[in-house]
């Protein structure tokens, strides 16, 4: 049965457990609750390894394939939620006043869930797949404190891909893009000081809000005249506080925003433009600004083999027309960069359908996107750690035609070379149709190198 059949079977038990998710939201680090259904869901399937508060609240669970061996690979989903007010007036809304799975963490929660269930139950693939529930993606950097942790040098883990639900992408389709596919997301803080007084005497004052205006405008110059054309950024003022009250002109202000951008160049770029021009501007009105700037995401970046890899795994799944492998990057930030920088992989956007945007009130994850990002979970772990092995022959030299008398796997620890002469010692000739029944040495046809054959 096609992978995909399958999820639609399973399709109600993970919407179930989605919509759990759902009424309680959890922010941050806070994913007490959360974890505590991650783990126990994940020890109910038969994991061979559970392990909680990795990165605080973090869960990472393994599943061997069989016979041990081969690469280790990682899929990540992230479990936090936001402190948003929901309005969709669902039946499964929130239940915690204020904070709300706005952004479909509670569907990328439960879609890894159902893919450990399929892969714990048929462990068809040759290797480790590696399932990493992370917390404290909205801000918190929770990816990064599971890789500090040590969630790649303890596991062993090669490769990581993510995944993140998109809205606007039809239901069963896939998108994603080699190189940047996420922003860096930064954020400034700018101080000004001037000379508070009386309103009606500005020519005694230095007005900071004169000040703000002006380094507003000019911090419009740095992505129109000073970022390649060819670079992308956002510069974005977001808050301007001062003053308190209509004829009191403010000693002081405070300016805050957001720089994105997607590639270090354009970053450092940004930031020192910032610098330069912030405390020029505020000294020729004869005050004084400085610009406290921090680098929080960094830019996420895609390997091109890995992400041509994921969008064969997605075609897969969905069919040639349904995933665009070019994608246009978004100027969103995402924690999972940080386990790009570590370690080769991909993200990629799975359809959610016609819905509100992500981080709003009526943002509503489509539960009918469950199938379709399961089967490309399971589909690349299948891919990426193939069962593949030693396909043993029998040729009848009479008809010409030769039989398949076993499909070994490489991770078999009997598959040595002496084993296998053994083996095929031991297997009589004739017992298998279309042969004549007159024995002929097995030929031994390896497709794949067993790594302990000799
Ligand atoms: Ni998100």
Redesign the pocket.
């Given at each position: 049965m096609p992978i995909i059949n399958l999820f639609a079977e399973l399709a109600d038990e993970i919407t179930g457990w989605r919509r759990d998710l759902h009424r309680h939201p959890e922010l941050l680090y806070d994913t007490t609750r959360t974890s505590a259904m991650v783990a126990r869901k994940l020890e109910e399937f038969g994991l061979d390894e559970v392990v909680t508060s990795i990165g605080r609240t973090g869960v990472v669970g393994v599943i061997k394939g069989r016979n041990g061996g081969g690469k280790t690979i990682g899929l990540r989903a992230?479990m936090d939620a936001l402190p948003i007010t929901e309005e969709t007036g669902k039946e499964y809304a929130s239940e915690n006043p204020g904070t709300m799975h706005a952004?479909?963490?509670d569907g990328?929660t439960a879609m890894l869930l159902g893919a450990a269930k399929y892969l714990a139950e048929t462990r068809n693939f040759y290797g480790t797949a590696v399932m990493i529930f992370q917390p404290a993606?909205?801000g918190g950097a929770g990816g990064k404190a599971m890789i500090d942790d040590g969630l790649f040098t303890r596991w062993g883990i090669e490769e990581v891909y993510g995944m993140?639900n998109s809205p606007g992408l039809p239901v069963g389709e896939f998108a994603m893009c080699p190189g940047a596919i996420m922003a860096a997301a930064d954020m400034f803080e700018i101080n000004i000081s001037g000379r508070g007084g009386h309103a009606a005497k500005p020519h005694e004052i230095v007005d900071p809000i004169v000040i703000g205006s002006s380094i507003v405008t000019a911090l419009q110059s740095v992505v129109s005249r000073n970022v390649d054309p060819l670079g992308q950024a956002v510069l974005s003022v977001t808050q301007f506080l001062a003053g308190t009250a209509y004829n009191i002109i403010s000693e002081t202000m405070v300016m805050r925003g957001t720089v994105r951008s997607l590639s270090l160049e354009v970053r450092d770029l940004v930031e020192a433009r910032m610098k330069a021009l912030v405390p020029a501007i505020a000294e020729g009105f004869g005050g004084k600004a400085s610009v406290d700037y921090s680098r929080n995401y960094p830019v996420t970046v895609n390997d091109a083999d890995r992400t041509e890899f994921a969008a064969e795994v997605a075609r897969s799944v969905a069919g040639e027309a349904k995933v665009n492998a070019e994608c246009v990057p978004m100027m969103a930030g995402?924690d999972f960069s940080f386990m790009l920088e570590e370690r080769p992989g991909s993200y990629i956007f799975v359809g959610n359908g016609p819905t509100a945007e992500?981080h709003h009130a009526r943002y509503d994850f489509d539960d009918a996107a469950i199938p379709h990002s399961c089967s490309y979970w399971v589909s690349l772990v299948e891919k990426a750690l193939p069962l593949a092995g030693v396909t043993l022959y029998r040729s009848c030299h009479h008809t010409g035609l030769s039989t398949v008398i076993a499909r070994r796997n490489p991770g078999d620890p009997s598959l040595s070379a002496s084993a296998v002469a053994c083996w095929i010692a031991r297997t009589k000739p004739g017992n298998d149709d279309g042969e004549c029944g007159r024995p002929e040495a097995p030929r031994r046809l390896p497709y794949f190198r067993p790594p302990n054959a000799r």
């Open positions: 992230d952004c479909g963490h990328h993606e909205e993140h995402e992500l």
